[in-house]
Each structure stands twice: as structure tokens, then as C-alpha cells.
């Protein structure tokens, strides 16, 4: 079992910036390729970015590519989301997610283990 715990949500105007932050714990990290998914209201979970175990290669929706940044930290356990230029349509709870295998995925189905999700709001 992997237990993952984002942070970093909140409220941001339009233009600005958020880091979010998912801590793992339970088995080995860097085992497990991870990715970040977002759900608006009324609206399906879909994926936002991707990152191999080692992050030596990452996915991007075409939604938030030239915009966002994944990263991940083997040695704390960690994974991150730096989101730029943030618009209103960014507005979701952001989850992030591990699989049971290093390789990168964007379909929701190949994700075993989610968090409890952050809400980022991004007002206009």
C-alpha cells in the first residue's frame, strides 16, 4: 500500500503561481511512476501530468503544457506540481496518484493509489 497526501491548494488570482506537494509513505518510492489528476465541478477526473519513477520523463495534458512542471524527490518521498500561469479553467481539487509500475501513464484506469485531493481556485 502507498498512502499519498497532497498540499499546496488554495486561492490564487489569474497569472499567478501555486507548488502543490504530494508526500508519500509505504512502500518504496521511487518503485512507483506517479502522476497528478484534476476534477472540476459537475466534471470528470482527467489527467493533468505524469513522471516516470526516476523523472527522467514526464507527460502533459495539452491543457497545461508550457504551464505546468511535475517533479519528484525519490529521496523525500515526494512529488510536485508547479503550476504557472494559472487561468480560471485551472480551478479543480487536484489529486495525485501512484501506479503499480516506474512507467508513466495518463489513463486514470493504470492508477492504484490516490490522495485525499487539494482544491486550487483561481479567480478572475
Known amino acids: 500500500q502507498v498512502q499519498l497526501v497532497e498540499s499546496g491548494g488554495g486561492l490564487v488570482q489569474a497569472g499567478g503561481s501555486l507548488r502543490l506537494s504530494c508526500a508519500a509513505s509505504?512502500?518504496?518510492?521511487?518503485?512507483?511512476?506517479m502522476g497528478w489528476f484534476r476534477q472540476a465541478p459537475g466534471k470528470e477526473r482527467v489527467f493533468v501530468a505524469g513522471?516516470?519513477?526516476?523523472?527522467?520523463?514526464?507527460d502533459y495534458a495539452d491543457s497545461v503544457k508550457g504551464r505546468f512542471t511535475i517533479s519528484r524527490d525519490n529521496a523525500k518521498d515526494t512529488m510536485y506540481l508547479e503550476m504557472n500561469s494559472l487561468k480560471p479553467d485551472d480551478t479543480a481539487v487536484y489529486y495525485c496518484?501512484?501506479?503499480?509500475?516506474?512507467?508513466?501513464?495518463?489513463?486514470?484506469?493504470?492508477?492504484?493509489?490516490w490522495g485525499q485531493g487539494t482544491q486550487v481556485t483561481v479567480s478572475s
Open positions: 496518484a501512484a501506479r503499480n509500475s516506474p512507467l508513466v501513464l495518463a489513463d486514470i484506469g493504470g492508477y492504484a493509489y
Open positions: 509505504g512502500r518504496t518510492f521511487s518503485n512507483y511512476a
Open positions: 513522471i516516470h519513477w526516476s523523472g527522467s520523463r514526464t
